[in-house]
T-cell receptor, first 116, second 118 residues
Framework: SAVISQKPSRDICQRGTSLTIQCQVD?????MFWYRQQPGQSLTLIAT?????????ESGFVIDKFPISRPNLTFSTLTVSNMSPEDSSIYLC?????????????FGSGTRLTVV | GQQVMQIPQYQHVQEGEDFTTYCNSS?????IQWYKQRPGGHPVFLIQ?????EVKKQKRLTFQFGEAKKNSSLHITATQTTDVGTYFC??????????????????FGQGTILTVHP
């Protein structure tokens, strides 16, 4: 399966600021996704990162708050903008379809964000 | 939209006891996947079930997919402390290809947090 490098692993940020999370995959993948997970809770899909075009956002998530880029088939970023304490969570990228094959969905190690 | 319900939310067992978590979807699924997340870790893919009534085993883990392809279960025999973590089922939100695999977004169940007491 794919190997994902997600950075940063954790950060403590001031409210009103922005944080960009990076997800680098060791090979080209078909699909990339961004999830949010509160500790002890399930995963909530934020958006699907589309290569070379605007991301597809889920209900309750908007581009102005969570801008996403995917310039190629191996890299994506998620920015959490104008942060508030409610944005404190774990953010995970996920990929599927390494080299066009299917090995299940692979997750990055996550970014634990605390907004103070 | 599609909903995936999972029970129980928590399960505490003594080491050596069995454990089962159940997953129910509001819609028929083309496949169902199971993931394990260790404490402090990220979800890791365990298995995918595609066929109606399918049963798959991985050592002490047994996975079943219901005949109607709307429910699934994961059973662990003789739990060990290494089984600790949260187990999630997940269903694709849409159709899949002829092989039953999908590349679209997943809807996750709420997860079952398993604690194993030595």
């Amino acid at each position: 399966s794919a190997v994902i490098s997600q950075k940063p692993s954790r950060d403590i940020c001031q409210r009103g600021t922005s944080l960009t999370i990076q997800c680098q995959v060791d090979s080209q993948v078909t699909m990339m996704f961004w999830y949010r997970q509160q500790p002890g809770q399930s995963l909530t899909l934020i958006a699907t990162a589309n290569q070379g075009s605007e991301a597809t956002y889920e209900s309750g998530f908007v581009i102005d708050k969570f801008p996403i880029s995917r310039p190629n088939l191996t890299f994506s970023t998620l920015t959490v903008s104008n942060m508030s304490p409610e944005d404190s969570s774990i953010y995970l990228c996920s990929v599927v379809g390494q080299r066009g094959l299917w090995y299940g969905y692979t997750f990055g190690s996550g970014t634990r964000l605390t907004v103070v | 939209g599609q909903q995936v319900m999972q029970i129980p939310q928590y399960q505490h067992v003594q080491e050596g006891e069995d454990f089962t978590t159940y997953c129910n979807s509001s819609t028929t699924l083309s496949n169902i996947q199971w993931y394990k997340q260790r404490p402090g870790g990220h979800p890791v893919f365990l298995i995918q079930l595609v066929k109606s009534g399918e049963v798959k085993k991985q050592k002490r883990l047994t996975f079943q997919f219901g005949e109607a392809k709307k429910n699934s279960s994961l059973h662990i025999t003789a739990t060990q402390t290494t089984d600790v973590g949260t187990y999630f089922c997940a269903g694709p939100d849409g159709s899949s290809n002829a092989g039953g695999t999908s590349y679209g977004k997943l809807t996750f169940g709420q997860g079952t947090i398993l604690t194993v007491h030595p």
